[in-house]
């Protein structure tokens, strides 16, 4: 069925390494967003992405970097991984902006950083 | 102060019982206001989406927006066991959503 996928579901690091979160939509969406959930902050803007090859900062960018070469994936990198990036990561998108920006969201990665 | 707050409950209701869960927000320039409900180890699921003040029914569950008093609520009608779940609001900030922490409601049979 077409949606967003997210990969892997569950993955556990350690510190200091680099680690690589997968979102995939079906939809041909043009934005696609990262966001964290945590305990008493609810979800968080990490970045997003209006096109291909076209990506901004949100509200808490840093220590990950994102690309997009294709519309339909936007992987989410952790470059070098800290305790504070536990976490559990969606992935959202939504065709364009016009209207009320209703995001889609796939199921989440559950990350921690050891 | 964070821009959206919100209850994190847990709320406990018995079957069949009206249930109001709200936010307040800060930002007078909020125009588009979410709900989203979200069960255990799931991602957020869009439930009802309302563009400035007003209401908007859909089945068992109304969203009202009051913009002069910067607040938002979602009732649910005869509440089942599987509304059982944490319901986020949202609103629409550019580009990207503003969440509030998610109530937990919990619903007993």
């Known amino acids: 069925d077409a949606g967003i996928t997210q990969s892997p579901r569950y993955k556990i690091t350690e510190t200091g390494r680099q680690v690589t979160l997968m979102c995939h939509q079906t939809w041909s969406h043009s934005y696609m967003f990262w966001y964290r959930q945590d305990l008493g902050h609810g979800l968080r803007l990490i970045y997003y992405s209006a096109a291909a090859d076209i990506t901004d900062k949100g509200e808490v960018p840093d220590g990950y970097v994102v690309s997009r070469s294709k519309t339909e994936n936007f992987p989410l990198t952790l470059e070098s991984a800290t305790r504070s990036q536990t976490s559990v990561y969606f992935c959202a998108s939504i065709r364009g902006l016009a209207g009320g920006n209703e995001q889609f969201f796939g199921p989440g990665t559950r990350l921690t950083v050891l | 102060q964070k821009e959206v707050e919100q209850d994190p409950g847990p709320l406990s209701v018995p079957e069949g019982a009206i249930v109001s869960l709200n936010c307040t927000y800060s930002n007078s320039a909020f125009q588009y206001f979410m709900w989203y409900r979200q069960y255990s180890r799931k991602g957020p699921e869009l439930l009802m989406y309302t563009y400035s003040s007003g209401n908007k029914e859909d089945g068992r569950f109304t969203a009202q927006v009051d913009k002069s008093s910067k607040y938002i609520s979602l009732f649910i009608r005869d509440s089942q066991p599987s509304d059982s779940a944490t319901y986020l609001c949202?609103?629409?900030?550019?580009?990207?959503?503003?969440f509030g922490t998610g109530t937990r409601l919990q619903v007993f049979p």
């Open positions: 949202a609103m629409s900030r550019y580009p990207g959503l503003i």
